[in-house]
């Protein structure tokens, strides 16, 4: 994964942001930015804010106070179809009112490049047979999405999103009720795609190893609020993480990989 040294793709100044049009706050001013080409978590527990914040980025929810920057340009600026071509999202689930093949699907992320009655030409095709060959989905182009495994329906969902091209990928909880061996099959395929033509890719997440295993940046948040971003090796540690769930927690090298062990009388983040 490379960092474009100097440029950020994401960029939040004093974000706030709450339902009821007044206190108490969702999100109260967040700062934070997150280079170009990095894989970047946001971490923190249920109730923390996160998926609100993503919905800001994506500009499905004006903040009530405060600016993000998307490629150092204000989100409040940019038009429905620039957003679409430059932010993809992948959500935790999704339900579709019509039956599709996982091809079919994947195809729906050329949207943004074609016309109200345009048909997918050659270079639409393309791009999906690449990104599903990308995350070995190929065997499954013609297999009915309501028949795919929680794995394979999350990796088709980042193939979508892929297949959209885009230099900021966000993605809410993409390790959410996924066993043991998917989350390290979506987790090594998001490492795999962070900084391919300088892609950025950011994710939420309530797990700190998945954070561990594979953030270049990490912002954590609590409350709506941020209490530490920067470099995953600086931001995740015991210290921050023990204060973010307000529990002992222990950053510890086992194997050549962080875990996350609960107490703190042992090892140091």
């Avoid at 997150?34 to 946001?42: D, K, P, Y």
């Avoid at 609590?222 to 204060?243: I, K, P, Y």
């Avoid at 307000?246 to 875990?259: E, N, Y």
Wanted: glycine share 8%; hydrophobic share 45%; aromatic share 6%.
């Amino acid at each position: 994964m490379m960092t474009l040294e100097g440029s950020r793709a994401l960029e939040l100044r004093s974000v706030c942001q709450s339902y009821t049009q007044a206190p108490p706050w969702v999100l109260k001013d967040l700062d934070a930015a997150i280079s170009a080409g990095s894989m970047a978590a946001i971490l923190g527990p249920n109730g923390a804010g996160k998926t609100t914040l993503l919905y800001i980025i994506l500009g499905y929810l004006p903040p009530q106070s405060g600016e993000v920057l998307i490629m150092g340009e204000r989100l409040g600026s940019l038009t429905r179809s620039v957003r679409s071509r430059w932010i993809s999202f992948v959500p935790q689930q999704e339900t579709l009112p019509f039956p599709l093949t996982a091809y079919e699907y994947a195809l729906m992320g050329r949207a943004p490049f074609l016309g109200l009655l345009s048909r997918p030409g050659p270079q639409d095709h393309a791009a999906v047979e690449a990104a599903m060959i990308q995350l070995g989905l190929e065997a499954l182009w013609d297999r009915p999405i309501a028949a795919l495994s929680g794995g394979e329906a999350q990796l088709l969902r980042l193939a979508r999103a892929l297949v959209q091209e885009t230099r900021l990928l966000l993605l809410d909880e993409p390790t959410a009720h996924l066993d043991l061996k998917n989350r390290a099959v979506v987790l090594d395929a998001l490492r795999r795609i962070a900084g391919e033509n300088g892609r950025t890719v950011v994710f939420t997440t309530h797990e700190p190893e998945a954070a561990l295993w594979v953030a270049d940046e990490a912002i954590l948040m609590r409350d709506g609020q941020v209490l530490a971003s920067g470099l995953a090796r600086n931001v995740l540690t015991s210290e921050n993480l023990s204060r973010l769930y307000d529990l002992p927690l222990t950053v510890q090298r086992v194997d050549g990989h962080s875990v996350v062990l609960p107490g703190g009388s042992q090892g140091h983040g």
